[in-house]
């Protein structure tokens, strides 16, 4: 598994290793927030979600993974 440190896409210098992706030899991708695991999302571009909360930061982490806001990641299919 590959570790990457996830980096905001707004002017917040850091999310201090509270945010990061660990992605397997096939290319599948698993968004972390806290050491939780949020979303998961497939080399063919399908996400799905791992976790059914919300947070603003855990929102700012979503954000930076793959753009969605709050409506998008609600509507997201679970795991």
Avoid at 23 to 30: L, Q
Avoid at 32 to 45: A, E, H, M, V
């Amino acid at each position: 598994m590959k570790k990457t440190i996830l980096n905001p896409t707004n002017n917040q210098k850091s999310f201090y290793g509270k945010a990061y992706t660990l992605t397997d030899a096939e290319g599948v991708e698993i968004l972390y927030s806290y050491n939780t695991p949020i979303l998961k999302r497939f080399p063919n571009g399908e996400i799905v979600r791992l976790w059914s909360g919300w947070s603003l930061t855990t929102g700012k982490h979503i954000k930076a993974f793959c753009g969605m806001n709050k409506k998008e990641y609600d509507n997201l299919k679970t795991a």
